[in-house]
């Protein structure tokens, strides 16, 4: 077996053994041409033809394999890191690649001791760098000038490839957004890109990101913001190679000659202004019901009734108000459609069933989902239930996994792939979850309905209040093909929010709030329900990484937002890490805490309260928490208030100071410090022993929300957080007298 996949899988930040790099081959640099065999392959040459000349022959050496960015295969979680790595099965040739416009021929042939085996012959050209004219390059808005000099496309004769181009930065500006953003709040002297890619864990780090946005703004002087309009991936050299540029790459797909191959937006203005011009162009959010602002409760191995009744009830036991659960692990885990342990007929058409078609054993893991659903609701806790893009091909399916599955290639409602044979079939998941699963396009009207019109039943009967909408971030390869005809360089970064959209449409077709919870998102997701910041160990570095997530998120038009209270993986926060980072989440949009399957290993992982206090033998944690929670409480109608107002006129629920104080540059120096709506000012404690907490207080008058003081703004204050559940809160003089009752 010798296979080649010009694109390889897709990840966005390496290489597979099987691929060419780059996938475009650009005049003057290196071409790797690649190739993953079985065992019985002893040699592998290239045939290589130019500009319809003589087939040269070129051997490849052997090289180790690897695979979706790993030396190892994939998984997802902690099984990711887990598999052995093959040393064989790998070869490579590196190239020099011809001129610009060059046609590129090739085919690679395996060597065995019993037959030669040959891939079919692959096509590509040779593109290289040449100035472009305006026309190439669209620009809306005049606030900063495009230097002329800078556009250039990449262009192979036939097709352009990328533009590039460069914007002015002034001394003392600071460049914000792009989407969530993990790792700092200004990125000016730093590169970037906009890629929507599923970073387990330690995101800040590698500074990756499931919910990027080719947006940002400029803040300092006059003020500004850029949308670099387009689904496709760009890349950002914010003043790295020179302190004053920032410099734009995208890729595009156009005919020389072409007029706006790609349009850039500028915006004038503060931060509010720019972020108003953008949202109206790409989608403006709705406001969701007030109870989305209680606390969210959630673990992986809630997996049966019983368990979430009794962790419904310990919340009431301590007096700890809930008002969302996220049901996980509910599904059969083959369909994510039906309870596990239903009993029901095969629908071998694959339509969608009802509560009626369905029985719930009484020894099953939900022997009453509806009856369970209405009693939380009696207790008012609304339900949300898991899911996830995807339908299992691993293990074989069965049953109704089956019958879906083969429903869905007859219904022609999957996305789809170049096979070796360079013929369309459907696409197989190449992330790391779930692997070789179909995916439907719900970029498509009508795919999104035959998909989530098996949910109906969960929402209509049942009784469902919303939908985890996980796992945005399986669609890889810009050999993809959706049933528009698009690709997926195009497409991929669309999938995440109209997987959003559609859960959206559903809950709203039966009167309820659009409340979606998801992770992975791009330019326009703000306009659809709900967002956390993923997958994150339990860390201080995490808590940091998190808030940083929420504000650029914020700085986007991301109103609803939230995370992993102390996060979700790994050993259990001890009680310091876990009531700080509680008492920070009160000041959050979305108040949540989720852990992570632990095999129900004993002891327990889940990051309930009285788990920790268990766990390090500590009792005041349930008291601090339940006192933050009931705080949390009596916030929750100046939340929705506020939340009101974000919709209305893009002044961000949580937003970085220098959405209010643009000009005053000490707002940098303490990134992690918001304003939750208009009245408060919230600096949360992000290191370990912390007895007082410095906390910088723009212009105006402002007051300690526990002790009363007033404090003349335009300085650093020293507040004092030696308990743990303190969190440094500042609020407006002006909205004192409507405010103080909340913290007394």
């Known amino acids: 077996m010798i296979r080649h996949r010009p694109s390889g899988s897709g990840h966005p930040y390496s290489d597979d053994t099987e691929q060419r790099s780059p996938v475009q081959p650009v005049a003057g640099e ?213 302190d004053d540029r920032l410099a734009v790459e995208a890729e595009v797909d156009g005919a020389p000659g072409e007029r706006g191959i790609l349009s850039l937006g500028l915006y004038a203005g503060p931060p509010a202004a720019v972020l108003e011009a953008f949202v109206a162009e790409t989608g403006r959010p709705e406001a969701l019901p007030d109870w989305i602002f209680g606390l969210w409760a959630s673990g992986n191995e809630w997996n049966t009734q019983a368990e979430v009744e009794r962790q419904m009830a310990l919340h009431r036991e301590h007096r700890i108000p809930v008002r969302n659960v996220v049901i996980e692990a509910w599904s059969d885990e083959k369909t994510f459609t039906i309870f596990r342990d239903a009993e029901y007929t095969v629908r071998e058409d694959g339509a969608p069933m009802r509560l009626g078609d369905f029985t719930f054993p009484a020894e099953g893991a939900w022997p009453d989902p509806k009856g369970m659903v209405d009693d939380l609701h009696a207790h008012d806790v609304r339900v949300h239930l898991w899911q996830i893009p995807l339908m299992k091909l691993r293990p074989h399916p069965t049953g109704q996994a089956a019958a879906d599955a083969r429903a869905a290639i007859e219904a022609g409602v999957l996305i789809r792939e170049t096979a070796p044979g360079g013929e369309l079939r459907p696409y197989r998941n190449r992330g790391w979850w779930f692997p070789l699963s179909l995916m439907p396009d719900l970029t498509d009207e009508r795919a999104a309905e035959w998909w989530t019109e098996k949910r109906r039943y969960l929402v209509e009967e049942v009784g469902i209040d919303g939908f985890k909408t996980d796992g945005g971030e399986h669609a890889w390869g810009e050999d993809l093909v959706y049933l528009d005809g698009s690709t997926g360089a195009e497409s991929n970064n669309r999938f995440p929010v109209a997987y959003a959209a559609a859960y959206g449409k559903l809950l709203a077709s039966a009167g309820k709030a659009p409340v979606t919870f998801s992770r992975a998102g791009f330019t326009g997701s703000g306009a659809h329900g709900a967002f956390w910041a993923g997958d994150e160990n339990s860390t201080w570095d995490a808590f940091r990484w998190s808030m940083l997530a929420g504000l650029s998120a914020s700085s986007c038009g991301i109103v609803y937002w939230g995370w992993d209270i102390a996060g979700f993986s790994g050993p259990i926060p001890d009680p310091e890490l876990y009531v700080r980072a509680m008492a920070a989440s009160v000041f959050v949009p979305i108040m949540q805490y989720h852990s992570e399957f632990n095999h129900h290993r004993l002891p327990s992982n889940d990051r309930t309260p009285w788990n920790i206090a268990e766990r390090f033998d500590d009792p005041a944690v349930i008291d601090e928490v339940r006192a933050l929670v009931e705080l949390r409480e009596r916030l929750v109608p100046y939340l929705a208030a506020s939340a009101e107002r974000a919709v209305a006129a893009s002044v961000p629920l949580m937003r970085p100071l220098y959405f209010d104080h643009p000009l005053d540059e000490r707002v940098w120096d303490k990134p992690v410090q918001w304003m939750l709506g208009d009245a408060l000012l919230v600096a949360p404690v992000l290191e370990p022993g912390a007895v007082s907490w410095p906390v910088y207080l723009p212009a105006g008058e402002w007051i300690e929300a526990r002790s009363g003081e007033r404090f003349d703004g335009g300085r650093v204050v020293d507040v004092k957080v030696a308990e743990r559940a303190s969190v440094p809160v500042f609020v407006a003089s002006e909205h004192w007298e409507a405010m103080r009752e909340l913290f007394s």
């Open 30 to 242: 290196p071409l790797r041409i690649g190739a993953r065999t079985s065992a019985d392959v002893e040699a592998v040459t290239l045939e290589l033809r130019i500009d319809g000349g003589a087939v040269q022959e070129v051997p490849l050496d052997r090289v180790a394999r690897s695979s979706r960015g790993q030396a190892v295969d994939g998984g997802h979680l902690a099984s990711a890191q887990a598999r052995t790595a093959r040393s064989a099965g790998g070869w490579e040739v590196v190239l020099d690649t011809p001129a610009a416009g060059s046609a590129i021929e090739y085919r690679l042939v395996a060597l065995t001791a019993d037959r030669p085996q040959a891939t079919r012959w692959f096509r590509t050209r040779a593109a290289g760098w040449r100035p472009a004219s305006n026309d190439e390059l669209e620009v809306d808005g005049s606030v900063v000038e495009v230097d002329p000099a800078s556009v250039a496309v990449l262009d192979d004769g036939e097709r352009i490839h990328r533009i590039r181009f460069s914007l002015p930065l002034q001394p003392g500006e600071h460049v914000t957004g792009f989407g969530e953003r993990y790792d700092a709040l200004d990125h000016r002297g730093e590169t970037l890109d906009s890629v929507v890619f599923e970073q387990y864990k330690s995101q800040g780090e590698h500074r990756r990101t499931y919910l990027p946005m080719p947006f940002a703004h400029v803040i300092g002087g006059e003020g500004w913001g850029f949308h670099v309009r387009t689904s496709r991936r760009v890349w950002f050299d914010v003043g790295r190679s020179r």
